[in-house]
Structure formats: C-alpha cells, structure tokens
C-alpha cells in the first residue's frame, strides 16, 4: 500500500487543525456562551419566557444570540468555512461538518448560534462583490448582521420553481411583489435573499427565469410568525408589496439564482446532517447516564435489553450516518456536486435523530416529557430537520433518480 494511500483516500483521523479548532471551540462556549445561559436564567430555560405572546423573542434573549454570534465571528468561529477574502479563515468542509456536529453535541442552548446557520453567510451570498460585499457580505461574516433565505412560499415548498413572486423591469428597477413563508430568522434579519420568477417558465423553462435580490429589513413586511413546534419565535411569513429595487440588488447572475442556489444544495444538507447528529450524540449521553441512574426492579434500568438495546441501536445508526457525513465532507472537499450522497446523508442523519430522540424520551419515561427536560423539544426538532433542505420524500426521490429508477 502506498504510504500516501490514506491522503489520496478517506481517513477518519481528525487532524491537527480540526483538533485545535474543537478545543478551541469547547474554551469558547465555556468563557462565552455558558454564562450567558446563567445570565439569563429562567428567561432562556423555560421557553415560555423567552418568548413574546406572538412568538417572538424576547429583547434580552435575542440580545444574547447577537452577542454570541458577533463574539464568535471575533474568534474566527463563525464563518470560518468561508474564503479568507471575505473574512472566512476557509477551513475545509470536513472541519466545518466536525466543527458543527461537535458544537451541536452540546444540545439545545445558546450554542446553537456559534457557527452559521441560516441567518448566515453561506456561498450564494458569497458570491456578492464590490458595494455587495461592504454592505451586506462582510458584516454578515462578522456577525454584525444577519439574513434570511426566502425562497418557500404558501404554495411552493418542495416545488420551489411554481413560486408566485415576481420582479418586473421598470427602467432601471426592478419592482418586487409576492410572499415567502417558513422563513427563517425572517423575524430578525437585517436583510434577506429573495427568489423570484423574472422570466416566465415558457421561455427559460422550470429552472431557469429566477433572480435572487437583497431586500433590506424596511422594505418589506413581517407579517405573521410562523410558530413551528420547537422553533417558535424563529420563523415568519414575508410580504413584497411593490418592493423598488436598483440593479446592484441583484445577487448573482439575473435568471441564474435557481442553478446558482442549486451548486450550493450539498453543503446544506451536510451542515443539517451535521447538527442532526451532533444532537444525536447529546441525547444518547444523557439516556446512557439515566439509565445507569435509574433503578426499577432492584437494578438499574439499563440491564433490561429493552433499555440497552434502545440506546445501542441509536449508537449504531449515528455512527453509520457520521461515517456518511464525513464521506460527503470529503467528496465535497475534491470539488465535487456528490448530489446523491447529500440527500443519502441528509435522509439518514435526520431520521437517527428522530429515532434516537424518541428512544431516548422512552428511556426516561414520565421524565422524559417533562417540560422543564429537552427531550420533546429534541423530537420536535429533529421533525423539522426532516423537512427543511428537502423533505425526507425528496431526498428519497433524489437518491432513487440517481440510481437510474424513474
């Protein structure tokens, strides 16, 4: 075997850098991000008080998110997968998709907003140059502002290419009209990435005809919350009524946005992959803790197979499903699409979390649907993580087309 074989192949060894990086990561949510949660107290603990009567949250907790974010990027943490001419440190995706599962093993709580999400700055956005990249870009990157991915509409979720919204040219502008929904830090962005149709379908097809634009946070309407269970307060309903806008709002090329969205598709799903699994991790510690705690029947509940068994398959699947997701890190890394393992990582790593999260609320029992225990929060969670970036249905269909079954 050539002693380079285990460069030019996949090693599972974490490398110096991504070592330094998780560490690095662990003195920062200690220093930074824990005394917050203390600060805070019941305001962040008990999602009844964290939130206003309409969802959103409240100042002081959104002030710590902030604050989380913005010291973050100060570290060099939060965007650290972008390129270093835009304020990234341009770590690999197999660092990011470690950084992020192990930030994610942390569970539910502020550390939630260390690396990027969607209120972040990913790829389309880097795209974004000269006036685009001061204004919006940067201050992304260094968590000074925050934005918003519309592209779902109340009548195009998994079919985002039927969307309504529309911008038509009127001399030098463009004038924007139509709703998004299910947006994510909708309620809180500085700004947000809108889709729309420029062209009809008849003309540049189903995939071709849409633009994204940069619409800044008072020219558009926050209309209702949509309180998802278990992300309540997060996202809402976006209303474009006649929206202006000048060329240089244009992100990307105009009738593009779709293919140019659609390059990025992978690294989506490796990044809800990521996090699915990291809390994957968190939920097994505290059912393998519990059920070494717990006594029934003159032992620990952990001898009963129906408890061992319930845990050691949720071992077995996330090890199989984090074994993917470095696997798709790796092949995106080489520079390549990897289209059919995404939607293969992004299916797999969101059903252990459900599975694991509700195996794990029945390993604790009544306590495991107490309220003030993460636990049901984790399943409702993990829900949702089976439909954002494409719903369970689609990565299905993806993997199926990509084995040649039509």
């Known amino acids: 075997m050539s002693p380079h074989g285990a460069v030019s192949g996949v090693s599972f060894e974490t490398d110096e850098e991504t070592s330094l990086v998780l560490s690095s990561l662990d003195e920062f949510i200690e220093q930074e991000v824990k005394p917050l949660e203390a600060d805070l107290g019941e305001r962040w603990s008990n999602p009844r008080k964290r939130h206003e009567d309409d969802g959103r949250f409240v100042p002081d907790v959104l002030e710590a998110i902030e604050t989380v974010r913005k010291k973050s990027a100060e570290a060099g943490f939060y965007a650290m997968n972008l ?33 990027a999400g969607p209120e972040g700055p990913k790829p389309l956005l880097a795209q974004a140059e000269g006036e685009q990249a001061e204004r919006y870009l940067k201050p992304c990157v260094r968590g000074e502002k925050s934005t918003a991915f519309a592209q779902t509409e109340p009548g195009a979720g998994s079919d985002s290419p039927n969307m309504e919204t529309t911008a038509e040219k009127d001399g030098d502008e463009w004038v924007l009209d139509g709703r ?11 700004f947000v990435q809108v889709f729309a149709r420029t062209t009809p379908q008849e003309e540049l097809g189903r995939y071709g005809g849409i633009t994204c634009f940069l619409v800044e946070d008072d020219e558009y309407e926050v209309s209702t919350l949509n309180n998802a269970v278990g992300m309540v307060g ?16 244009v992100l990307g090329t105009v009738d593009g946005a779709f293919y140019d969205a659609m390059e990025f598709l992978s690294l989506g799903r490796l990044e809800i992959g990521a996090r699915a699994l990291g809390h994957a991790e968190f939920l097994l ?31 077995a699947r996330t ?31 969101t059903n252990v979390l459900f599975d694991v999260a509700d195996g794990v609320v029945g390993v604790h ?30 990565q299905l269909n993806t993997i199926a087309k990509e084995l040649g079954v039509r």
């Open 319 to 349: 090890f199989a499903a984090d074994a993917a997701g470095l696997r798709l890190a790796w092949l995106l890394d080489r520079g390549e699409q990897a289209i059919e393992e995404s939607s293969i990582v992004k299916y797999l790593a």
């Open 83 to 115: 390129p270093p001419e835009v304020g990234g440190d341009g770590v690999s995706n197999v660092t990011w998709y470690r950084a992020m599962r192990h930030v994610a093993s942390n569970g539910p709580g502020l550390t939630e907003h260390v690396l």
């Open 285 to 315: 510690d505290r059912g393998v803790e519990y059920a070494g705690d717990r006594e029934a029947f003159g032992r620990p509940i952990g001898a009963f197979q129906g408890i061992s068994h319930t845990l050691a398959r949720g071992r």
């Open 180 to 190: 998004k929904q299910w947006i994510t830090n909708g309620p809180y962005a500085d």
């Open 365 to 394: 029992g009544g306590n495991g649907v107490a309220e003030d225990n993460p636990f049901m929060n984790e399943l409702q969670t993990a829900r949702i993580l089976r439909i954002v970036e494409g719903t369970d249905e689609i």
């Open 234 to 249: 997060m996202q809402a309903e976006l209303v474009f009524d006649a929206v202006r806008l000048p060329e240089n709002r």
